[in-house]
């Protein structure tokens, strides 16, 4: 009975909380960059070392442009940081979605599998599909 109930529990466990909420803070042009400015806030309880990201932009479900990578470091519990991501030659104006590409997961002093931070994600537009760089 109990190996059932411990069966059962794994099937149908809650699928991890997001705790790592991305916003977009500001977009610009700088030379022939298009930049975005993202915020990370921390809402779990523990500390997030370093996220490492790039972003994919889309228009509908052309891709349009990849951003340079950067990270976020040092995140405590209820904290926020912000990045800024350049874009080589895309259209600025004209991006819907950015997808967020995870390069590294550090949590405490360990790296992580990448999919542990892109789970951990809360993706609101214009931010989608976010995935984890094998």
Same mark, same amino acid.
Not at 63 to 92: D, L
């Given at each position: #009975?109990r190996r059932?109930?411990? *069966?059962?529990?794994?099937?149908f466990?809650?699928p991890?909380?997001?705790?790592? =909420?991305l916003?977009?803070?500001d977009t610009g042009? =700088? +030379?022939y960059? !298009?930049t *975005?400015?993202v915020?990370?806030? &921390?809402?779990? @309880?523990?500390q997030?070392?370093?996220?490492n990201?790039?972003?994919l %932009?889309f228009?509908? %479900?052309?891709?349009?442009g990849r ?5 976020? #470091? &040092?995140?405590?519990?209820?904290a926020?940081?912000e990045a800024?991501?350049e874009?080589? %030659?895309? $259209? !600025? &104006? +004209?991006v819907?979605?950015?997808? $967020? *590409?995870?390069?590294?997961? =550090?949590? @405490?002093s ?6 542990? !931070?892109? +789970? =951990?994600?809360d993706l609101? #537009?214009?931010f ?5 760089? %094998?």
């Amino acid at each position: #009975m109990r190996r059932a109930l411990l *069966i059962w529990s794994l099937i149908f466990a809650a699928p991890a909380q997001a705790e790592y =909420r991305l916003d977009l803070v500001d977009t610009g042009k =700088r +030379d022939y960059y !298009c930049t *975005i400015t993202v915020s990370l806030t &921390n809402e779990g @309880g523990a500390q997030l070392t370093e996220l490492n990201v790039f972003f994919l %932009n889309f228009i509908g %479900n052309e891709q349009v442009g990849r951003s340079k990578g950067a990270s976020f #470091m &040092n995140v405590s519990p209820g904290a926020s940081v912000e990045a800024t991501f350049e874009t080589p %030659n895309a $259209p !600025c &104006n +004209d991006v819907e979605t950015y997808h $967020p *590409i995870v390069g590294a997961c =550090r949590l @405490g002093s360990s790296f992580e599998e990448k999919q542990v !931070c892109v +789970d =951990r994600l809360d993706l609101t #537009m214009p931010f989608k599909a976010a995935t984890a760089l %094998n």
